[in-house]
């Protein structure tokens, strides 16, 4: 307020310094007069009694400086206009860049708490709530990847399925208990109520087989705090060559079942 009151201020005193100038051209032209023109004239003659074409020319000499004074006031005032626009310009960028800012700020927050709860629903829907291993939707899903790779890689995919005997509830130990059994590179699935799967990768039906039994032994060993032993029964088969998921798994689920009518608790390879 006070530096809009100064700028007014001096604007108006730029439009009045030119009839502030005006006695002073006045004693100048006089001074002239007598010095130059009318050598033997007294000073205050010259000065307050000036004859017609003296009076011509000072009168235009203070319009001329009247309209300067005029002219240098509206480019000051117009100058002072330009600088406050400027002012409110900046202010307002800044402003918009303070608000833009907090904004951001907001919305990356945002996108990283709906990245969280994104993440949070994927992994609850490919995750198994008793077990916290993947379920049937994520094992559907690998199946159909590694039997495409596996097509084209020949990588030596394999299948196992196993099925808990006798089953009568599920302890929530058991699916950690054979997931840690299985390797890193082995992905583990429950498929069903009482039944699992094993993605795995092994050479021959020797490998295939010695994993799949040293799964069934890691069950039975385990103390899963029941009043009997837990034992499983295991199907096994390897990707053969025109195989699709279907088959691999139709296959793979036919081993466990000759695995269970045989007697449960072993591997059948199929």
């Known amino acids: 307020m006070l530096k809009r009151i100064g700028r007014t201020l001096h604007s108006r005193a730029v439009a009045f310094g ?8 006045w004693m100048i032209d006089a001074a002239v007069d007598v010095l130059f023109f009318e050598l033997n004239g007294s000073y205050w003659d ?8 003296e009076i011509w020319m000072r009168g235009f000499i203070a319009f001329l400086l009247i309209v300067l004074g005029l002219i240098a006031a509206a480019l000051l005032k117009s100058h002072e206009t ?12 800044e402003k918009s860049a303070n608000d833009l800012g907090d904004k951001n700020l907001a919305l990356k927050r945002e ?5 969280a709860v994104e993440q949070r629903l994927a992994e609850l829907a490919t995750t198994d709530p008793l077990t916290g291993i993947y379920n049937r939707r994520k094992f559907d899903e690998t199946l159909q990847d590694e ?5 084209r890689y020949k990588r030596g995919l394999a299948l196992i399925i196993l099925d808990i005997d006798h089953f009568k509830r599920i302890n929530d130990d058991f699916g950690h208990a054979i997931g840690e059994r299985a390797r890193e590179a082995d992905r583990f699935f429950r498929i069903g109520g009482e039944e699992f799967a094993l993605l795995t990768g092994t050479a021959s039906n020797e490998e295939l087989t010695d994993a799949a039994e040293r799964l069934r ?3 039975e060993a385990h103390d899963f705090g029941l009043e009997q032993k837990v034992t499983i029964s295991l199907g096994a088969s390897h990707f053969l060559p025109g195989d699709n998921c279907a088959s691999l798994f139709k296959r793979t689920d036919e081993g466990l079942y000759q695995a269970k009518g045989e007697g449960r608790n072993r591997v059948v390879l199929l």
């Open 18 to 25: 030119g009839v502030g100038l005006i006695p002073i051209a």
């Open 46 to 53: 010259a000065l307050f009694h000036p004859d017609g074409h």
């Open 82 to 93: 330009a600088e406050q626009q400027h002012a409110l310009n900046q202010a307002l960028l």
């Open 111 to 115: 996108i990283e708490r709906r990245k």
């Open 147 to 151: 039997v495409k790779r596996e097509s």
């Open 217 to 219: 032994q890691a069950v």
